[in-house]
């Protein structure tokens, strides 16, 4: 169970669990879904249509874009930044899941409310993302730009992009495109928490198992259904904030097409609008639902999974001490 369960019989994990079960999970599960992520980040920074009828488009669908990719840029071009993003998977991981779990556990001791409800899911999945995204928000802004500059690179390693950073932009950059970072985190991160559970239910009626049996793929299934659901009604304020964290980044955009300067967030939105219409607001969206509905099945798997096995090891030391 993700979050905070009443129940007398259930084998509660402590915190220190949870974080280890949690960064875990973010390990694996960015290892896994890198190279669709970089694809995302390209076609949500291409001001350009992506059509191959636009004779300016670099990238125009996923498996185009991933030839162009490996062909340009070699294999290893799937996990740029994969070392920022590694940080910010573990990090975030590790925050988001304990403090939902100590907001859910909090819910119910202060205010009765049942800590499966759809509702405190959101509120809890919400407040526990926003908390996890102020903790990481300069790795994400690096990460970012690993993976949307070409060759040559502008940054050559993670020291060498805090560096350039800080002496050109200043400490501000590390925290581009935050208001709309947090604006998008805690819709898309309180419907996952909160789509997962009630999709777990919906699945447990639909399909009724015996105790523990199917329960992985019960979970990874319910897992990418709430990703996409979440990523859909969300999406357009990722690619606001991607638009807004390469600011003062240019020039390593240029071998990918035109660039473009924003303002803040309105100006963001109003260029867009203007110069790329409605549809621009989705750029990327088929490789971020796929994306999504990976990430978000295989973290909930694999922390479900971390969990019941430091349950089960912990079990097992309460035996052999009690022996």
Not at 9 to 25: E, F, L, Q, T
Not at 90 to 104: N, P, S, W
Not at 122 to 127: K, Q, R, S
């Amino acid at each position: 169970m993700v979050g905070y369960d009443p129940k007398p019989n259930r084998k509660k994990n402590s915190k220190v669990d949870v974080a280890v079960a949690g960064s875990a999970s973010g390990l694996v599960t960015r290892a896994l879904i890198s190279p669709l992520d970089v694809i995302k980040i390209r076609f949500q920074l291409q001001v350009e249509h992506l059509s191959s009828s636009d004779p300016h488009a670099k990238y125009y669908g996923i498996i185009q874009a991933a030839r162009q990719i490996l062909k340009e840029e070699g294999l290893t071009a799937f996990w740029k930044g994969h070392i920022p993003a590694q940080i910010l998977s573990i990090g975030y991981g590790a925050v988001q899941f304990v403090t939902f779990e100590l907001l859910t556990e909090l819910v119910h001791r202060t205010m009765r409310h049942d800590p499966r409800d759809f509702s405190v899911h959101f509120v809890c999945g919400g407040l526990s993302a926003c908390t996890a995204t102020l903790a990481v928000q300069p790795v994400d802004v690096l990460r970012t730009r690993f993976a949307a500059q070409g060759e040559p690179k502008i940054y050559r390693n993670l020291r060498h992009g805090v560096m350039m950073m800080y002496k050109t932009e200043g400490p501000l950059a590390f925290y581009r495109g935050l208001p709309p970072t947090l604006i998008a985190i805690f819709p898309y991160a309180g419907f996952q928490f909160s789509f997962y559970s009630a999709l777990k239910q919906v699945y447990e009626w639909a399909i009724p198992v015996d105790g523990k049996k199917n329960a992985n793929l019960k979970n990874l299934l319910c897992g990418s259904g709430a990703g996409v659901i979440s990523k859909t009604l969300t999406y357009p304020l990722d690619l606001f904030k991607k638009r807004l964290q390469v600011g003062g980044f240019e020039k390593a955009r240029e071998p990918f097409g035109q660039v473009r300067k924003y303002q803040g967030l309105l100006d963001c939105i109003k260029k867009i609008f203007q110069e790329e219409g409605t549809q621009g607001f989705f750029k990327g969206l088929t490789p971020s639902l796929l994306k999504s509905a990976m990430s978000t099945g295989l973290v909930f798997f694999w922390y479900e999974l971390f969990c019941h096995l430091l349950s089960c090891r912990n079990a097992l030391d309460t035996r052999r001490e009690d022996k």
